[in-house]
């Protein structure tokens, strides 16, 4: 992750948990919003987001947010193994977790840096490593 990005994904992070602890969920899940749009390409950036909408979810009642965020955890690994997102989305259950959406200004100069074919390229080959080792060892 691009130190810029990393930056501004941690200050979306630090923030949500800020309100999270003050019961502030709602302000929360929305610099958790922004954290999602920062930090979907990258595993545990993403996984951590959706962890922190599923504990926001929960805290403001919200069935359909819970569900949401628990099959949104169960799609990271494959998601980031893939490739597969949806630029800009902001990964609440109110959106469709395919739906890409419009990047943010501060957002947008960030992310067409960052190469995913090359990425999911490298992922795959990794994976493929891992299975042939396993399998090898058996």
Same mark, same amino acid.
């Given at each position: 992750m691009q130190r810029k990005l990393r930056r501004l994904y &941690?200050?979306?992070?630090?923030?949500?948990k800020r309100c999270y602890h003050q019961g502030l969920w709602s302000q929360a899940f929305g610099h #958790?919003? &922004?954290a999602h749009v920062l930090g979907q390409r990258? #595993?545990?950036?993403?996984? *951590? !987001?959706? =962890? =922190? /909408?599923?504990?926001?979810? =929960? &805290?403001? %009642?919200s069935v359909k947010e819970v569900l949401g965020q628990l099959l949104r955890l169960l799609a990271v690994l494959?998601?980031?193994l893939t490739g597969w *997102?949806? +630029?800009g989305? !902001?990964? %609440?259950?109110? *959106?469709?977790?395919?739906?890409? /959406?419009?990047l943010p200004d501060d957002i947008k100069a960030l992310l067409p840096?960052?190469?995913? &074919?090359?990425? *999911?390229?490298?992922? +795959? +080959?990794v994976l493929v490593c891992v299975l042939l080792f396993v399998l090898l060892i058996r």
């Open positions: &941690r200050i979306e992070l630090t923030q949500a #958790l919003e &922004r990258f #595993l545990v950036a993403h996984y *951590v !987001t959706h =962890w =922190w /909408m599923l504990k926001c979810g =929960w &805290r403001l %009642g494959p998601g980031f *997102v949806p +630029l989305n !902001t990964g %609440g259950a109110n *959106v469709s977790a395919i739906k890409p /959406m419009p840096a960052q190469p995913i &074919r090359r990425d *999911v390229t490298i992922r +795959l +080959l």
